[in-house]
T-cell receptor
């Protein structure tokens, strides 16, 4: 158990809809990261927050947004969903930037 | 742009048959090279961090080494429970992690 909690585990929705994925980091970790994992792309970095502030952006679409709250949990919002957004979405946390990241077990998003 | 290439894509081993996985990388200012293990339906599990060429880390049957251009993950006398996908990632100057596609290891009893 990594200590990183992601909910929900599975999400099935339709094209055009909006969903919110939630992540609770390990106790004491200030950095939160979001990744997308699909069969053809592997693990792709989306965005990073540190203590509530956005620190780095990767290949995140404009339809996607995220935030980190004062209690350090984070949410990833995906809107105007397309079939190609079907993937596993992972959250990771670390005590500080540059330190090992510890991953949750992901949310599997299926778009019908 | 940071790049990570892992080989082979898949590795089938007999129990006790030692082997090595390769991770080649190009990065602007290496801040760390990370090895993870991922089981089906689970998130990546952290194994090792290597920071400079010549560094080695060991954990049970796994040993990771680092040079200026590549890293190796050696699996000594593997057991079926070592079957998993092993991921390599590099952290560059901006600390973002770039992952390789992984090597899927299957160990037969």
């Amino acid at each position: 158990d990594s200590g990183v909690t992601q909910t929900p585990k599975h999400l099935i929705t339709a094209t055009g809809q909006r969903v919110t994925l939630r992540c609770s980091p390990r106790s004491g970790d200030l950095s939160v990261y979001w990744y997308q994992q699909s069969l053809d792309q592997g693990l792709q970095f989306l965005i990073q927050y540190y203590n509530g502030e956005e620190r780095a952006k990767g290949n995140i679409l404009e339809r996607f947004s995220a935030q980190q709250f004062p209690d350090l949990h984070s949410e990833l919002n995906l809107s105007s969903l397309e079939l190609g957004d079907s993937a596993l979405y992972f959250c990771a946390s670390s005590v500080a930037v540059g330190q090992p990241q510890h991953f949750g077990d992901g949310t599997r998003l299926s778009i019908l | 742009e940071d790049q990570v290439t892992q080989s082979p894509e898949a590795l089938r081993l007999q129990e006790g048959e030692s082997s090595s996985l390769n991770c080649s990388y190009t990065v602007s200012g290496l801040r760390g090279l990370f090895w993870y293990r991922q089981d089906p339906g689970k998130g990546p599990e952290f194994l090792f961090t290597l920071y400079s060429a010549g560094e080695e880390k060991e954990k049970e049957r796994l040993k990771a080494t680092l040079t200026k251009k590549e890293s190796f993950l050696h699996i000594t006398a593997p057991k079926p429970e070592d079957s998993a996908t092993y991921l390599c990632a590099v952290g560059g100057g901006d600390y973002k992690l770039s992952f390789g596609a992984g090597t899927t290891v299957t160990v037969r009893a």
